[in-house]
């Protein structure tokens, strides 16, 4: 039974051209979603959900919960970066 994953990374502003170029070449539909891009997406949840805006932006690690849960179109799997690796 094959299973298809779309891989979607969401940058914390720090990949740059070279990474997400290396990102392209190693994955299959792959999209990465863009520090710039995610925090204007975001900025549509400021009337509808204040609080989650509010901790978004103070809090870093809260990002992941947040930016997640609103860019999934369907079930995802989160793991972060230190626990990616290619052979």
Do not use: T, W
Not at 5 to 10: D, I, R, S
Request: net charge neutral; glycine share 2%.
């Amino acid at each position: 039974c094959a299973v298809n994953y779309n891989f979607v990374f969401h940058d914390d502003g720090s990949l740059d051209k070279q990474s997400c170029q290396k990102l392209h070449q190693n994955f299959n539909n792959i999209n990465i979603i863009s520090k710039k891009e995610a925090d204007q997406k975001l900025e549509n949840i400021r009337e509808i959900y204040p609080l989650s805006y509010k901790l978004r932006n103070n809090y870093v690690l809260n990002i992941k919960l947040i930016d997640i849960i609103l860019f999934s179109e369907k079930g995802f799997i989160l793991m972060d970066s230190d626990v990616l690796f290619m052979k």
